[in-house]
């Protein structure tokens, strides 16, 4: 029988604060590396200073090192992390921060090795459990709206008080107040800030638009 990966508690279970930086996390879908800088810089004129790039297309990387080179001043994520091969991708390419949809001890192994901040999905009560036991207590809740939602994590609160969360899918601006006015979430994930149409169309001031009316979210 194979051993599991050892997986090392963290010498800090803190996220570097990103939890309490802003209300909502945009979570961006990217086809075009061309599009990277500009999406950037409507996100900070809009006042939101961080982005989480998902590694869900073949330009993900090369937007995620774009946007390293050009607006350094972006607090800058890579979302999607599912191998460990992509911690070690995002970390090259210039990731500040690490997100995962959901953890396994190798995963989360990987994600440590890298040095960089990250926030390991968990959905059950039972992955919950057991990122606490790895040291960790800010968490991603991943896919939100489908696994219980704000009701979910309301109810989590009393049983497990000591872990924050990150509540990402399916959330809108309709719904985000509902996530952030619980004590135990910190800000939620939200990919309604650049919408697709607008990324394609190249409406900046959409988006700026968008992430401007997210800074007012938090209760």
Not at 108 to 115: F, L, N, R, S
Not at 154 to 176: D, E
């Amino acid at each position: 029988m194979t051993e599991p990966t050892p997986v090392s508690t963290p010498a800090t279970t803190g996220f570097g604060g990103l939890l309490d930086r802003v209300p909502v996390v945009p979570v961006v879908v990217l086809h075009d590396v061309e599009q990277a800088v500009p999406v950037a810089r409507a996100l900070l004129a809009g006042g939101v200073p961080v982005i989480e790039l998902t590694l869900r297309t073949p330009a993900a990387l090369a937007c995620v090192e774009r946007i390293a080179a050009e607006v350094p001043e972006i607090l800058l994520g890579v979302g999607t992390v599912v191998t460990p091969a992509n911690a070690k991708d995002a970390l090259s390419a210039g990731a500040q921060f690490l997100v995962s949809p959901g953890t396994t001890e190798t995963l989360a192994a990987a994600m440590q090795e890298t040095g960089l901040p990250h926030l390991p999905g968990a959905a059950t009560v039972s992955e919950v459990l057991r990122l606490l036991e790895l040291g960790y207590e800010e968490l991603k809740f991943f896919p939100a709206e489908q696994a219980g939602g704000a009701p979910f994590l309301k109810s989590l609160g009393a049983p497990v008080p000591q872990a924050r969360f990150c509540p990402t899918g399916g959330i809108t601006a309709a719904t985000a107040a509902s996530y952030l006015s619980l004590p135990n979430v910190g800000c939620v994930g939200g990919s309604w800030i650049t919408p697709a149409d607008a990324v394609a169309t190249g409406d900046w001031a959409r988006i700026t638009e968008l992430a401007a009316e997210t800074t007012y979210l938090r209760p």
